[in-house]
């Protein structure tokens, strides 16, 4: 019962500190802080599940987030009709050419024995289907750019609602991370850790560079939403009325009609930043509570008991007769397609694709502090982590500015003190730093640590 009292404790003092911004700083931002919130909430429950179940060591996760943004731009995004009739064909053909390349690899691999002869004939057929698939796609891929640079170059997606980007977001990760988990996994975790940030590195890459693909580092912008728009509801009538009736004390002590009408014109721009951030934090909210009712049954289920097991020893769980390298795989793509639905949460929430954003050394550390600070194995400990982590890391500027000014003379910005509001960005790092040291020292199994069910 104190364990669930610490929980709901702690959770209530997050939400509060949320209801402080909202009222010292704006509500717009306050619910900004807590959209992201969730979005990190559900990414360090994919690495929970991963880390904190299985003991995985994965630091691939920004590559795994950008293909949930990758699955938010082929979903969503109208089809460039000039696009395809110049290369989409011949795209086709390429994907075809690379399927028929793995099956050709792995026909072989099945019906002939280990020898030279099949290395030969492995290694001719991979050659020489790149050399044709290269051929090409090429042409296809100088056609498709081509065409209005400035605007596409892309062959775009399906011009589906972009909600539906949150599920092929889990499966491009799930796939990708499936090729990567039979390739790594056999590693130790260290030269896990290395492989799996170095195919991070790649992915981001690829959708950097490859412009057919999602316009490269030209970046997709205007991508459809799942809620209102705040310019149509600044022109609708029911929102209107709402925003007058919510305010109507307020409103009621202006005399001055003109005055009374600009009020009313600026609360409704107002409440219409704070409606559509609302209406995100439902939906994400939704995702969050569906994605913790299913992990905590797995997790206390005899699957998730096996798998703390094979965390805790691998050597006795194999002893038994379990396929560690199997439900090591299982683990990591159901993580990975955890982490892809996040990432298509992201991408969907600000609008835009940017593959430069997806920097895997920089972010990589911060959803791990997440995980580390909220109590890995357990998936309150990780979302917890996630909002706290996040919370901080946003509001360390602005709390870092306020100490600044109060602790240093007022008038005049003397020399150290603009050396100080210069460096306010590497103050992030600074308390960051902090706070894991702390949390180590004084809570090293997170603030909310692994709870073990004895049946």
């Known amino acids: 019962m104190r364990a669930n009292l610490n929980v709901v404790l702690a959770y209530l003092i997050m939400l509060s500190l949320i209801v402080i911004v909202g ?18 909430a559900v990414m360090t ?33 109208p089809p460039v009709r000039e696009a395809w009739q110049v290369g989409g064909l011949s795209m086709i053909a390429s994907l075809a050419i690379i399927i028929a390349i793995v099956l050709a690899v792995r026909f072989i691999l099945k ?47 399906l011009g589906l609602p972009i909600i539906f980007s949150w599920f092929v977001g889990a499966l491009f ?18 030269y896990l850790a290395i492989a799996t940030l170095g195919i991070s590195e ?37 929102f209107i009325n709402l925003v007058e009736k919510f305010h109507s004390r307020s409103l009621d002590l202006i005399n001055d009609p003109s005055e009374k009408q600009e009020a009313i014109k600026q609360l409704v721009i107002e409440g219409s930043s704070v409606f559509v951030k609302l209406c995100y934090a439902g939906l994400f909210a939704i995702v969050v509570i569906i994605l913790l009712i299913l992990c905590q049954k797995a997790l206390y289920s005899p699957w998730g008991r096996m798998m703390r097991a094979i965390r805790d020893n691998e050597e006795a769980a194999n002893a038994m007769g379990k396929n560690v390298v199997k439900q090591h795989l299982n683990i990591f793509i159901l993580g990975s397609a955890v ?9 969907t929430y600000d609008g835009l694709f940017t593959p430069g954003s997806f920097q ?12 580390i600070v909220g109590g890995s194995g357990n998936n309150f400990g990780a979302i917890l982590g996630g909002c706290v982590v996040w919370f901080v890391w946003i509001e ?31 103050f992030r790092y600074l308390i960051m730093g902090m706070g894991l040291l702390l949390i180590m020292r004084y809570r090293p199994k997170g603030i909310i640590p692994e709870k073990i069910k004895h049946v």
Not at 145 to 151: D, G, L, M, R, Y
Not at 202 to 225: C, P, T
């Open 23 to 40: 009222i010292f700083q704006s509500w717009s931002f306050a619910l900004s802080i807590l959209n992201l919130c969730l979005i990190s």
């Open 45 to 77: 429950m994919g690495v929970n599940i991963q880390w904190g179940y299985a003991g995985l060591f994965n630091v691939g996760i920004m590559g795994f987030t950008a293909l949930g943004g990758l699955a938010a731009v082929l979903v969503s995004v």
């Open 111 to 157: 019906q002939y024995p280990k020898s030279n002869k099949r290395t030969f004939s492995i290694t001719a057929v991979i050659v020489v289907g790149l050399i044709i698939a290269r051929l090409v796609f090429g042409p296809a891929v100088e056609s498709i750019e081509a065409i209005s640079p400035a605007t596409t170059g892309f062959l775009g997606g």
């Open 173 to 190: 990760a799930a796939g990708v991370a499936y090729v990567i988990g039979k390739i790594t996994l056999g590693l130790r975790s260290d």
């Open 202 to 238: 790649i992915i981001i890459a690829i959708l950097k560079h490859e412009d057919w693909l999602a316009r490269g580092v030209k970046n997709v912008i205007g991508l459809k939403r799942p809620v209102p728009y705040e310019v149509n509801l600044q022109e609708t009538d029911w």
């Open 339 to 347: 982490v892809g639905i996040a990432g298509a949460m992201l991408v």
């Open 360 to 371: 895997p050394l920089r972010f990589t550390f911060l959803i791990w502090v997440m995980v």
């Open 396 to 426: 360390a500027a602005p709390a870092a500015l306020y100490l600044i000014n109060l602790f240093t003379s007022a008038g005049e910005i003397n020399p150290f003190k603009a050396h100080l509001i210069e460096s306010i960005p590497y």
